[in-house]
Every structure is written in C-alpha cells, then in structure tokens.
C-alpha cells in the first residue's frame, strides 16, 4: 500500500502534503471496519480479527519506520495510546463477545439475526461523521486527490484477493485477505498527518475513511448475494430431498425455500435417513456434536465440512468419511 501510494502521487502529480497524507494511509495498519466488512461478505471473521490485531500491533513499530522511509522525516508515535485503541476496539469488543456467548447463548442466538443490518447501519453513521466533519475542506479538493484516493483503496482490494488466488486460499480466504489490505486504519492516519503535517495532508485520510467504507460495503454485498445465490442454484439442481437445521436463518431461509427443503428441530432430526450431512455454518452447536448419534442417523457416515470445523485423525478414527475444505479428504 506505500508503494501504490507512491505512484499514484506521481500519477497524479499531486502536492507534497496530499502525497504524504497517502503514504501515511498506507502505512497504517487495516481498520477494524474490516472486521464487519469481513462478516457480511461471508469472510473469515476470525482471520479478519486476528490480522487487524497483528497488524496494529505490529504497526506501533513499522508505521512511523514506513512513513519516515518513504516520506523522508520520523514521525514519533504514541505506541500506549494506540496499544489503547486496540484495546478498545478489538480486544474489549472481542472478549465480550466470547464471554457473552459462553454464558448467554440464549441471549446470543436471538441477536445474532439482526447484526448485519446494525453492523450496517454503523458504518453508514461512521460515513455520515466523517462527511461533516470534513465538509469543508473536501469542497476544496479537486477530483484528481479523490481518484487517487479510489484507486488506492482498489488496488489494495484486488492486491488481497490476487495474494490469495496465487497461494491457493478458499474463496472465503482471498476475500478476508482481499478486505483487511484494502481497507486501512485511516482514522490513525488523519490523526498523524493532522498532527505532524497539517489538515491538507490529513484530506487524503478523511476521504479515505468515507470511500473504502462505500468500496467495502459494496463489495461485501455482491460476494455475499453471490454465495447465497450459488446456494440457491446448488438446492435447485438437485434432485433428492434436502433437510436442513440452522439454529439462526431458519426462519428467513424457511420462507424462501419452504417447498424445497425440509426444516428440522435440530441436526440430529435432519440427519435421519439421510445420505450424507452438509455443514456450512459454524455455530457453537455444531462444533461438537455426537458423532455416534450422526453415524447412526446417515445412512452412510459421509461428511462434507466446509468450515473445517473437525480434525481429521479423529474423524477417520470415528470411521467417517470426511470431505473439508483444502484439506486432505478422509
């Protein structure tokens, strides 16, 4: 992300502040908006945490060394403050959330439905904050900073997702991949370019913040209709009968699929008679589950996992046959 930064500033021809402003972006570490960009893209939610936490703790040292490689001056930075930061906005929400779910999964089953459409509406007040806050100085901006800044974020989106088809991730892989180095902690870096370098040179961090919020959601709701539609057709082709459990999306998915699919109490019921189990979520129920149940419910003790939730030594010891994903089949 330097790099692009760098070469879109030549591009572009822009100042001295508006291309220190972009360095500064790209040396920061991913926005912990990525996170939530991450869930409702059908990412991995938890690679996305742990590498926003690894880079913005990695990047106490590494974004002053960047900024002062590349834009010629050390810029000093309050490594506590920003070790507070992450503990407020990672670590706090993170911890909360796994204690919450271990001691009220009642409460957390019923909330998780309607977290997208908050998450959503969240990121829709972050943009609306940012625009007023800069109003004035974005009016003055000419739209040469504003298409560099889009093309900043856009290549870091496509520099992810390219990383990951090279290396032979999952899909869901190359699109976590694909969001945590398109979007960066650019609030950290309208806060460094306002201190050491002035308000131009924070501009190009303010309209990032407002565009990769906008590239993210976009883009997280085209690769989520896209699973959900390749779902969709797979259930259609089909010839055979589907039963199915989610302990969340039973009551959306029911009434869409109501004369195709039979919907059960639970994954025990939905695995009766049946010829093989699919699994596609990764809810706590179905993390550990009663395999000798399972093997006397399917017909044939076959298995597609495709969220790797089982160990394969194990599943081969149970006597399974035990398809994941990127992993050696059993």
């Not at 909360?96 to 001691?103: F, K, N």
């Not at 040469?144 to 999952?170: C, D, E, M, P, W």
């Not at 892989?173 to 960066?184: H, K, S, V, W």
């Amino acid at each position: 992300m330097p790099l692009a930064a760098i070469l879109l500033a030549k591009a572009f021809n822009l100042t001295d502040e508006f291309t220190i402003g972009m360095l500064i972006v790209g040396a920061c570490a991913g926005g912990t908006a990525s996170n939530v960009m991450t869930y409702l893209a059908r990412g991995d939610v938890a690679l996305s945490v742990s590498m926003t936490l690894a880079s913005t703790l990695w990047g106490v040292f590494a974004t002053p060394w960047i900024i002062s490689m590349t834009a010629g001056e050390i810029i000093h930075v309050d490594s506590i403050n920003i070790l507070i930061s992450v503990i407020q906005m990672v670590l706090i929400p993170l911890t909360a959330g796994i204690l919450i779910t271990h001691y009220q999964p009642a409460f957390t089953n019923m909330i998780n439905k309607h977290l997208a459409d908050i998450a959503s509406g969240f990121i829709l007040l972050i943009i609306a904050i940012i625009v007023a806050l800069n109003a004035d100085e974005i009016a003055t901006v000419g739209y040469a900073v504003f298409a560099a800044v889009a093309l900043h974020n856009i290549i870091g989106l496509i520099s992810g997702y390219a990383a990951g088809k090279l290396t032979r991730q999952t899909e869901v892989t190359c699109r976590t991949l694909a969001i945590e180095i398109g979007m960066q902690n650019s609030g950290l870096g309208v806060a460094l370019a306002l201190k050491y370098f002035g308000p131009m040179a924070a501009l190009p961090g303010a309209i990032f913040s407002i565009w990769h919020n906008i590239s993210g959601s976009l883009l997280a709701g085209l690769w989520r209709f896209q699973t959900d539609m390749k779902i969709r057709a797979a259930e259609q082709q089909q010839k055979g009968k589907v039963k199915a459990f989610d302990p969340e999306a039973m009551e959306n998915v029911e009434a869409i699929y109501d004369d195709k699919v039979t919907f059960c109490k639970n994954q025990y019921e939905a695995t009766e008679g049946a010829d093989f189990m699919v699994i596609v979520t990764e809810w706590l129920v179905f993390r550990d589950p009663d395999f000798n149940k399972l093997s006397n419910n399917l017909s044939t003790p076959l298995i597609f996992d495709g969220r790797n939730l089982f160990d394969l030594t194990k599943m081969q010891e149970r006597g399974f046959s035990y398809f994941s994903i990127g992993r050696k089949d059993i």
